[in-house]
């Protein structure tokens, strides 16, 4: 694996493997090269790589294990769906290592959330698809997602009805392919509210009846040229750290 940099800067070096960490080609307790190969590979000073380090370990995503040196944190990060999507475009990994998604539902409703009917333009009531997962790492429930699809990208993607996990990819490399129209991701944006008694069973949160349990939510809806064909939520565990996507 080539681990050289275009930057020569900390910053650089500690962006390289973070995204390597995020990506899932590093998995949890893998080594970091050494500091003499860290040197060697990007040409730069030994402080360089150790400030690199720091900041890594102070985002939690390696830690210090004596002999064996710097390794890769366990389970240092969850990513959102949209993520999961950038990533299966770079490597063709659904999954980061020791994750998996359970409990996948698929269903037609009837939608009268009113945001959700304003991010895909439906009238309340109007009828798509909506597709429910959840999230584990290690075994632990992290995140529910939801996804909702009005009918013209169903009628472009009839998959999305299909009952059990997308096999193929994600809905949006299909939908390119068949119509022709490029796939754009809208603004995602985060919102902490209470969790519904659903997703806390989903996210095997035992919780007495009368306690608010807050949780933090993203939301990104995705167009082509004509309007909105479908939106994402992700619904993530109290505690669950998850990097934020950085604007350019």
């Known amino acids: 694996m080539a681990y050289r940099a275009p930057g020569k800067g ?3 070096v500690a962006d390289h493997f973070r995204k390597l960490i995020q990506d899932g080609e590093l998995a949890p307790r ?6 003499a190969e860290m040197r060697a590979e990007f040409a730069v000073a030994a402080k360089t790589v150790s400030r690199a380090l720091g900041v890594l370990k102070s985002e939690g995503l390696v830690t210090s294990r004596g002999s064996l040196g710097t390794v890769v944190a366990k389970a240092p ?5 949209s993520d999961r999507t950038a990533r299966m475009a770079r490597n063709g990994r659904q999954y980061a290592p020791g994750e998996d998604s359970t409990d996948h539902r698929v269903m037609r409703r009837s939608v009268h959330d009113g945001a959700v009917c304003r991010a895909i333009e439906l009238e309340p009531g109007d009828e798509a698809v909506i597709r429910i997962r959840t999230f584990r790492q290690d075994g632990r429930p992290t995140s529910v997602s ?3 699809y009005p009918p013209r990208t169903v009628a472009h993607v009839p998959e999305l009805a299909a009952e059990g996990r997308m096999t193929a990819g ?3 490399p ?5 119509t022709g129209r490029e796939v754009t991701e809208g603004q995602r944006t985060g ?9 806390l069973n989903a996210l095997a949160i035992d919780a007495p009846q009368h306690m608010a349990v807050a949780v933090l939510v993203t939301e990104v809806t995705f167009h082509d040229e004509e309007g909105p064909i479908g939106y994402w939520e992700d619904v993530y565990a109290p505690g ?8 350019t």
């Open 10 to 12: 900390y910053a650089d």
């Open 30 to 35: 893998d080594p970091l090269p050494s500091v």
């Open 77 to 81: 990060m969850v990513i959102t769906g």
């Open 146 to 148: 939801l996804s909702v």
């Open 170 to 172: 994600f809905f949006a």
């Open 174 to 178: 299909i939908y390119t392919e068949r």
């Open 191 to 199: 919102t902490a509210r209470q969790a519904s008694q659903d997703e």
């Open 240 to 247: 669950t750290k998850m990097p934020i996507s950085r604007t």
